[in-house]
């Protein structure tokens, strides 16, 4: 069964930092990944999506890398935004193409 | 497009009341996905279907939740009786169902459940 974890849990930077946040899925025999933002009482949004057969995708500040090999992605916050807060969550689909969520990690930035 | 629609977005009931949430996927997606929050457990999977078929309903937690998908535009959760651990954010989501690396999953605002 897919385990898709995400750390930090929380985090919180001052404006203008380029900040990571890391997804890690133990089966890495997916389809794709995607990262969600999800602001407070609101549904999710998709960010970026990153087929098995790429390594990276970029979205103006945002950039997603993926290396099956290890499970691992990562999203890259280039000149972080108060805007930018909100919780981001990782999803993996595999086989099953239903995908598997991690529990976010939950980004303050702070003017 | 709207994009996926969800009513009611508030809902305060009593234990043991019978709640029906309710969805309408985007045009022309063909398949409908139904989840829960908590701070708990985080987003978990309820029901998936695929063409208005169930395909997997693993994540149903027990009998007093059922889903419906009558038609290609609307979609059902209902929960009956309620009790007070149903207290929840349940979203909906829909996706054109093409099984490929590129389907993306887009999601509705959410309703948010409160038993009391």
């Known amino acids: ?30 389809y794709n990944l995607q990262w969600f933002r999800q602001d407070p009482g609101k549904g999710l949004t998709s960010l970026l999506l990153i087929q098995s057969s790429q390594r990276e995708q970029t979205s103006g500040r945002l950039n997603a890398s993926l290396d099956k090999s290890s499970g691992r992605s990562t999203l890259y916050i280039a000149a972080s935004q108060p805007g930018d807060s909100a919780t981001y969550l990782c999803a993996v689909k595999g086989g099953s193409y239903i995908p598997t969520f991690g529990r976010g990690t939950s980004l303050i930035v702070h003017p | 497009d709207a994009g996926v629609i969800q009513s009611p977005r508030h809902e305060v009931t009593e234990m043991g009341q ?34 208005n078929v169930p395909i997997d309903d693993s994540g149903m937690p027990e009998d007093r939740f059922s889903a419906k998908m009558p038609n290609a535009s609307f979609s059902t959760l209902k929960i009956q009786p309620s009790e007070p651990r149903d207290s929840a954010v349940y979203f909906c989501a829909s996706t054109l169902g093409r099984q490929s690396s590129t389907d993306t999953q887009y999601f509705g605002p959410g309703t948010r459940l409160t038993v009391l």
């Not at chain 1, 890391?22 to 890495?28: E, K």
Request: some cysteine; aromatic content about 10%; proline content about 5%.
């Open chain 1, 1 to 30: 069964k897919q385990e898709v974890t995400q750390i930090p849990a929380a985090l919180s930077v001052p404006e203008g930092e380029n900040l990571v946040l890391n997804c890690s899925f133990t089966d890495s025999a997916i």
């Open chain 2, 18 to 51: 019978e709640v029906t949430l309710r969805c309408k996927p985007i045009s022309g997606h063909n398949s409908l996905f139904w989840y829960r929050q908590t701070m708990m457990r985080g987003l978990e999977l309820l029901i998936y279907f695929n063409n």
